[in-house]
């Protein structure tokens, strides 16, 4: 078993292993003192995990409950998030109990957001079972939910006492899931391992996906931990989400996933950059090569001026200025600040 330590404000371990469901009650035992726990879930990730986990659970002492809300992005919402409050309320889930998040980015991030406000903050455990969820979002704190001004923009800072990231569980995803987590795994190759970029772009990775996941792992644990808060460093690994995060709210919640909405905002911002002079040139040929060699986009009809009016409520975003993430040579990022006539103008490259 993989075993990576996340030192922030919160100590924990990332587990990952092949068959780490059957075995998470003893896991989660030996973190939390509570025997109560509510295990949130979705309604497809239910009738493939839920009875194994709850299983696990209750072999190792806990008395559980479940809730279950429907797939997809658009139950990242504070419809959903009332309902689970709702729900742990009836259940008299208390202070000294806990969540588990069972499910892809969108459990994930809803149950962390709502055990950081459910009375106050409640401990709570991330058992992704997705690959996207595996590689970002189950670690580093972030959670949200998305309001009709854009995606993620009401959440907070929660760690995890635990991550569970039992890869099995990516034997059920279909192809087009599982290339929607491959835009995040290409984004870390992108910032930090030009090694790693390789690997993707020979389709070399499939055999060793454990070792994948654990460098990706280990790259976001290196940079969270030295800016647990998103005020400096951090910021990096949102490449590609400025752009892919107003694609999302253009197209729709849930009518183009996230990955894939990545993966277009980093080809693109590669591309102007690369126009702009700020980017080593070919690296935009290099990285569509890759999203291909991977079944990603990258490229969308999106107008300019759309673009522009949807990006500048990203959360990096000051006053009259906005900080986009680049890459001028594969494997090394970097922050820019623009003022917005500048940004305006960038987009003009695209």
Known sequence: MIKINVNNSLSYDILI???LLEKCGELVSSVV????CAVITDDIVDKL?????VKSLEKSGFNVVKFVIPSGETSKSHEQLISIYNFLSENDITRTDFLVALGGGVVGDLTGYCAATYLRGIDYVQIPTTLLAQVDSSVGGKTAVNIDAGKN?????????LVIADTDTLSTLSDDIFADGMGEVVKYGMIRSGSLFDKLSNGNFRNNINEIIAECV????DVVQNDEFDT??????NFGHTFGHAIEKYLGYGNIPHGKAVAIGMYMMTSAAEKKGSVQKGTSDKLKACLEANSLPFCNDIATDKLYSLSIGDKKRTSDKIRIII??????SQIVTMSLNEYKEFLELI
């Not at 003192?33 to 109560?36: D, L, V």
């Not at 995990?49 to 986990?53: A, R, V």
């Not at 280990?218 to 644990?221: A, D, E, L, T, Y």
């Open 153 to 161: 923009l009401v959440g907070c800072f929660k760690q995890p006492v």
């Open 327 to 332: 890459c001028p040579e594969i494997g090394k």
């Open 232 to 237: 400096g460093e951090r910021m990096i690994l």
């Open 49 to 53: 995990y839920s009875d194994i986990t």
């Open 17 to 19: 292993e092949n068959g």
């Open 33 to 36: 003192k509570s025997k109560k």
């Open 218 to 221: 280990s790259i976001k644990r």
